[in-house]
């Protein structure tokens, strides 16, 4: 099921992009990217880690299922914002993906309290990440029946999920996922996500309450864009700059993390309204999210793939993924940029790094394992 939804996730990214370059509603292409494609991966990949900060087995059940339903919540709230389901369908969305979300955190909670010794400090960054999840879609919900509080709570909802429920899982994850990438121990990681953590929360709330407190966005975006450098740091100190660009995951992560700090910076301009907060929006899919999932599933699919011990065609499929990263790293950083400053030109080398990929997650998942695994 892992595979078939980082298979799923190219391929929502890749209409996302189709959905956009058609002339779609702009809120349809953004929620095939994040809640068709990011969304499942983001509970799937939690469900991979969560066994590993805990030192306990993994998801079983209904559990193991839960990635399924928010796609399925995904897919209702992408129907009903293309205009392709009756609105109703919204509240279904709503209604599927808060208990879907509360029912995994109440397993990730559990997973904490019965860990072997004190649980890894990533793991209250995805509980804090699954709490955001809840409260925007909660919050979007109110949004929708109580139609005066529409404005704001649109606001605090993309906030709360775009730098909330993506942001920590992800800042979360890649204090793991680097050292992994690298084959190298980063003795630090563990301090800086327990440091770190409530000034992140509170950037986070800062800008999900900047739309109806416009003064809050400047300390928000600087609490954030804090968090995210002092990360690029402690790994330039640990690792070194050769080390991190030498790679195609570690590349592409690093891109993605440099991503989200540009993203803070044009947080705060779009907040004191310099630029159209909604530039921002595929700024943060191909500048972000597109380096960090691509990043994360070249490392993660040949574990999938190929569980257990190391085999060599884990080893292959790695490096078959990894070989064009820096490229598609490259590219995505451009099309971001580009995105960010308005040019729509941007589309192009983020849909030239999603072929990429795709062709190398198809040619290496199709390819004969070689020897006798
Ligand atoms: C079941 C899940 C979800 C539902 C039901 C939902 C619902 C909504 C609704 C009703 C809007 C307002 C649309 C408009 O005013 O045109 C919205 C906007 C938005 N949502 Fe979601 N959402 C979901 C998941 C997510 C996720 C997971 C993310 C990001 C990680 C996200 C990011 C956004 C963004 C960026 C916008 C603004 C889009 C724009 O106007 O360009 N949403 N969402
Ligand atoms: C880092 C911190 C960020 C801060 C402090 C911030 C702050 C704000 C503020 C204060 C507004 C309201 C502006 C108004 O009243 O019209 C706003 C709007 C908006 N922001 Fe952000 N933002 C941040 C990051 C992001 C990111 C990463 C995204 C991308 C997903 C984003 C997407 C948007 C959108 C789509 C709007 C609404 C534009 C519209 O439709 O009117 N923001 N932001």
Same mark, same amino acid.
């Given at each position: 099921?892992?595979?078939?939804? *980082?298979?799923?996730?190219?391929?929502?990214?890749?209409?996302?992009?189709?959905?956009?370059?058609?002339?779609?509603?702009?809120?349809?292409?953004?929620?095939?990217?994040?809640?068709?494609?990011?969304?499942?991966?983001?509970?799937?990949?939690?469900?991979?880690?969560?066994?590993?900060?805990?030192?306990?087995?993994?998801?079983?059940?209904?559990?193991?299922?839960?990635?399924?339903?928010?796609?399925?919540?995904?897919?209702?709230?992408?129907?009903?914002?293309? /205009?392709?389901?009756?609105?109703?369908?919204?509240?279904?969305?709503?209604?599927?993906?808060?208990?879907?979300?509360?029912? #995994?955190?109440?397993?990730?909670?559990?997973?904490?309290?019965?860990?072997?010794?004190?649980?890894?400090?990533?793991?209250?960054?995805?509980?804090?990440?699954?709490?955001?999840?809840?409260?925007?879609?909660?919050?979007?919900?109110?949004?929708?029946?109580?139609?005066?509080?529409?404005?704001?709570?649109?606001?605090?909802?993309?906030?709360?999920?775009?730098?909330?429920?993506?942001?920590?899982?992800?800042?979360?994850?890649?204090?793991?996922?680097?050292?992994?990438?690298?084959?190298?121990?980063?003795?630090?990681?563990?301090?800086?996500?327990?440091?770190?953590?409530?000034?992140?929360?509170?950037?986070?709330?800062?800008?999900?309450?900047?739309?109806?407190?416009?003064?809050?966005?400047?300390?928000?975006?600087?609490?954030?864009?804090?968090?995210?450098?002092?990360?690029?740091?402690?790994?330039?100190?640990?690792?070194? *700059?050769?080390?991190?660009? /030498?790679?195609?995951?570690?590349?592409?992560?690093?891109?993605?993390?440099l991503g989200l700090v540009s993203l803070c910076v044009? /947080?705060?301009?779009?907040?004191?309204?310099?630029?159209?907060?909604?530039?921002?929006?595929?700024? #943060?899919?191909?500048?972000?999210?597109?380096?960090?999932?691509? *990043?994360?599933?070249?490392?993660?699919?040949?574990?999938?793939?190929?569980?257990?011990?190391?085999?060599?065609?884990?080893?292959?499929?790695?490096?078959?993924?990894?070989?064009?990263?820096?490229?598609?790293?490259?590219?995505?950083?451009?099309?971001?940029?580009?995105?960010?400053?308005?040019?729509?030109? /941007?589309?192009?080398?983020?849909?030239?790094?999603?072929?990429?990929?795709?062709?190398?997650?198809?040619?290496?998942?199709?390819?004969?394992?070689?020897?006798?695994?």
């Amino acid at each position: 099921m892992l595979i078939y939804l *980082g298979c799923c996730a190219v391929l929502a990214f890749a209409l996302a992009i189709g959905l956009a370059l058609q002339g779609a509603a702009p809120a349809a292409a953004a929620h095939a990217a994040f809640a068709v494609g990011a969304m499942p991966l983001v509970f799937a990949a939690m469900g991979h880690f969560v066994p590993v900060l805990t030192r306990s087995g993994g998801a079983r059940g209904m559990v193991h299922r839960l990635p399924l339903v928010m796609q399925a919540a995904g897919l209702l709230a992408l129907g009903a914002l293309g /205009g392709w389901l009756p609105g109703w369908a919204l509240h279904g969305a709503v209604s599927l993906g808060v208990v879907a979300t509360v029912a #995994f955190l109440a397993w990730v909670l559990g997973k904490g309290r019965k860990a072997l010794g004190r649980p890894h400090p990533g793991l209250s960054w995805y509980v804090a990440a699954l709490g955001c999840l809840i409260l925007a879609l909660v919050v979007v919900g109110v949004g929708l029946v109580w139609p005066p509080a529409y404005r704001l709570a649109r606001l605090a909802h993309l906030h709360l999920n775009t730098l909330g429920f993506i942001g920590l899982s992800a800042i979360g994850t890649l204090h793991v996922l680097m050292p992994t990438a690298l084959a190298r121990p980063d003795p630090l990681a563990a301090t800086r996500l327990t440091r770190q953590l409530p000034w992140m929360l509170a950037g986070i709330a800062g800008a999900a309450l900047a739309g109806g407190l416009p003064w809050l966005g400047v300390p928000a975006a600087a609490l954030i864009g804090g968090v995210v450098m002092a990360t690029v740091a402690g790994w330039w100190r640990t690792h070194g *700059g050769a080390r991190l660009a /030498g790679d195609g995951v570690s590349a592409s992560l690093l891109v993605a993390t440099l991503g989200l700090v540009s993203l803070c910076v044009a /947080g705060a301009a779009h907040g004191l309204g310099l630029m159209p907060g909604r530039l921002a929006v595929a700024g #943060f899919f191909a500048g972000f999210l597109l380096p960090l999932v691509t *990043g994360a599933l070249s490392q993660l699919l040949p574990v999938w793939r190929h569980p257990g011990p190391i085999t060599p065609a884990r080893t292959t499929l790695r490096e078959r993924l990894a070989r064009h990263g820096r490229i598609r790293a490259v590219l995505f950083l451009i099309g971001g940029l580009l995105l960010l400053a308005g040019q729509g030109l /941007g589309a192009a080398p983020a849909a030239l790094g999603v072929a990429l990929f795709a062709l190398s997650l198809m040619s290496g998942l199709l390819a004969r394992a070689p020897g006798p695994d």
